[in-house]
């Protein structure tokens, strides 16, 4: 099992930029598919962008394509979203989460398939 915590989350204005960070403990963080994912009140839970178990290729949803950066340092058990231009329509509660698959990755975060996820963390951005 794996235990995601994430942080960084805050208020920004549109155009600005946060880092959100999502430290994992417990199982080998290393094998695991790792995602971010999205909630804005009412409405569905959305995969963000998701990283490959070595790192290497990421996938993003066509909303955030060139704006946010995934990215995993397996050193210190720690993904990252980096997210630039933000805009008010970015505001939600951001997740974190884990699956033990490989191939599968970007499909299961599409279809929001992962098996372990963190607390949330929220981002708010004001026009």
């Known amino acids: 099992q794996v235990q995601l915590v994430e942080s960084g989350g805050g208020s920004v204005q549109a155009g600005g930029s946060l880092r959100l960070s999502c430290a994992a403990s417990g199982d080998t963080y290393s094998s695991y598919c790792m995602g971010w994912f999205r909630q804005a009140p009412g409405k569905e839970r959305e995969g963000v962008a998701a990283?490959?178990?070595?790192?290497?290729?990421?996938y993003y949803v066509d909303s955030v394509k060139g704006r946010f950066t995934i990215s995993r340092d397996n050193t210190k058990n720690t993904m990252y979203l980096q997210m630039n231009s933000l805009k008010p329509e970015d505001t939600a509660m951001y997740y974190c989460?884990?699956?033990?698959?490989?191939?599968?990755?970007?499909?299961?975060?599409?279809?929001?398939?992962?098996?372990?996820w963190g607390q949330g963390t929220q981002v708010t951005v004001s026009s």
């Open positions: 989460a884990a699956v033990s698959a490989g191939f599968s990755c970007f499909t299961r975060l599409v279809s929001r398939r992962f098996d372990y």
């Open positions: 990283l490959l178990p070595g790192g290497g290729r990421s």
